[in-house]
């Protein structure tokens, strides 16, 4: 998938990372995190991101992975059958979460990469979002958010740092409502050409492409962009850097 460049954006998708600045943090590498050499080979069931889910999601899809960080705050928990449910009101009973994986992922001018999606049968119904997707298997976050970032656009040269926001989200995609709980890494990555060579035929249909935007462009623009306040969140991180601990997002349900 070539990258996607809007009018007046003053992007080009098509070139390779710069030397430019990394931020307030710097551009090495964030401790521990995996690499992207780490990420396994895709499953053949739940692909993730706008993937088909698991079960239906009229009771939340559910998916195997990784529990909750020890000691995280947020609105969802996790049972001794490992499964991750939201008591959240608006979303009803507590239901079991689709756990999925996005990456903040910054170049080394501090621009973020987000995808174009819409509904598959309506272009006009659009939006902005991060990449990544559903835990599948055994794998672990990490190893997931690494796997949907190649999968989905190609990038596997990252430096993948901790997590900075937690998500509960519901949502109507493609005749579905996805419920899911969301973990977002940041990442680090001077490979800025983008190639989706490994989407779902769901994905296919509803990815128009790919954009690096600069935070000035995420904060005036008109576009829907999930989350709703990440241009916000992105000014802060590149203020202020990480947080100490991941920061719990307000939940959203469209």
């Known amino acids: 998938m070539s990258a996607e460049v809007r009018p007046g954006s003053g992007v080009d998708g098509s070139e390779g990372g710069g030397p430019g600045g990394g931020g307030p943090y710097g551009s090495g590498p964030f401790g521990s995190g995996p690499s992207a050499s780490a990420a396994p080979e895709a499953g053949p069931t739940d692909r993730g991101g706008l993937g088909e889910p698991v079960l239906d999601c009229g009771g939340g899809a559910r998916d195997a992975g990784s529990a909750m960080a020890a000691g995280a705050d947020g609105p969802v928990t996790t049972g001794a059958d490992g499964l991750v449910t939201s008591g959240v009101a608006g979303l009803g009973e507590p239901r079991p979460l689709r756990k999925v994986a996005r990456v903040v992922l910054l170049d080394p001018q501090d621009r973020i990469l987000l995808l174009h999606g819409h509904e598959p049968d309506d272009p006009a119904d659009d939006w902005w979002f991060t990449p990544g997707g559903g835990v599948e298997g055994d794998e672990t976050r990490e190893q997931a958010a690494l796997r949907e970032l190649a999968e989905e656009t190609g990038i596997t040269e990252v430096e993948l740092g901790p997590v900075l926001w937690r998500r509960t989200c519901s949502f109507p995609f493609a005749g579905q409502r996805w419920n899911q709980d969301e973990w977002y890494y940041l990442g680090r990555t001077t490979?800025?050409?983008t190639a989706a060579a490994g989407l779902t035929e769901?994905?296919?249909?509803?990815?128009?492409?790919?954009?690096?935007?600069?935070?000035?462009?995420?904060?005036?623009?008109?576009?829907?962009?999930?989350?709703?306040?990440?241009?916000?969140?992105?000014?802060?991180l590149l203020d202020e850097g990480p947080p100490d601990r991941p920061e719990v997002l307000d939940t959203e349900i469209v």
């Open 191 to 193: 490979q800025t050409a």
């Open 202 to 236: 769901l994905e296919r249909r509803s990815v128009a492409g790919a954009r690096w935007w600069t935070c000035q462009e995420l904060t005036e623009a008109h576009e829907t962009v999930y989350p709703t306040k990440l241009a916000g969140l992105l000014r802060r």
